[in-house]
């Protein structure tokens, strides 16, 4: 079956980095886009950024854009965000998330998650 | 960006009872709408997703109708494990994709 795990979160101070990666199994991974979905605590879920297939597009919300840049690895079946220039508001549980069909931004499995804290 | 809101925030219903949720877009967004299930600690879980089709493995008590703007996920006959946060997403188009902002299905 499907499984994404995600790993990397931690405590960070602000301005400072991180890296996020979520690894996939149980289907041909190079066939999906990877989408990137945060969910601060006790509050509601934002769309953060997207890769698609191949890894020649990525697209950004907003509120991460410039700071945050997404990419993978499809012969390790490895999704990952780098993080730069982290504020307080950053601070989520980073899921990754399968598109489950092309072009259509909606996911059918999702990790579990993996907590992003920022503060000094 | 698409604003979605979803209504009402808190809805308290009786096991076996029907639950009507809504969603809905600040423009159109055809039928490119999906709706989540999200327990506390989890993952969201999709649910609905093109207004009105059934994920993999979702009860039939669980329907969706809609398109446009306003849309509804009605759960039949409430069952003890259905009772979490419910979220409706668009994907008409991106970036970006939004999320309503959930309504909690507690029971009554």
């Known amino acids: 079956q499907v499984q994404l795990v995600e790993s990397g979160g931690g405590v960070v101070q602000p301005g400072r980095s991180l890296r996020l990666s979520c690894t996939a199994s149980g289907f041909t991974f190079s066939s999906n886009g990877m989408h990137w979905v945060r969910q601060a605590p006790g509050k509601g879920l934002e769309w953060v950024a997207v890769i698609g297939d191949t890894g020649s597009v990525d697209l950004y919300a907003d509120s991460v854009k410039g700071r945050f840049t997404v990419s993978r690895d499809n012969s390790r079946n490895t999704v990952f965000l780098q993080l730069n220039s982290l504020r307080t508001e950053d601070t989520a549980v980073y899921f990754c998330?399968?598109?489950?069909?092309?072009?259509?931004?909606?996911?059918?499995?999702w990790g579990r998650g993996t907590l992003v804290t920022v503060s000094s | 960006e698409i604003v979605m809101t979803q209504s009402p925030a808190t809805l308290s219903v009786s096991p076996g009872e029907r639950a009507t949720l809504s969603c809905r877009a600040s423009q159109s967004v055809n039928n490119k709408l999906a709706w989540y299930q999200q327990k506390p600690g989890q993952a969201p879980r999709l649910v609905i997703y093109?207004?009105?089709t059934r994920a993999t493995g979702i009860p039939a008590r669980f329907s969706g109708s809609g398109s446009g703007t306003e849309f509804t996920l009605t759960i039949s006959s409430l069952q003890s494990d259905d009772f979490a946060v419910y979220y409706c997403?668009?994907?008409?188009?991106?970036?970006?994709?939004?999320f309503g902002q959930g309504t909690r299905l507690e029971i009554k």
């Open positions: 998330a399968r598109e489950y069909r092309h072009d259509n931004w909606f996911f059918d499995d």
């Open positions: 093109d207004a009105s």
């Open positions: 997403q668009h994907y008409n188009n991106g970036p970006p994709v939004t």
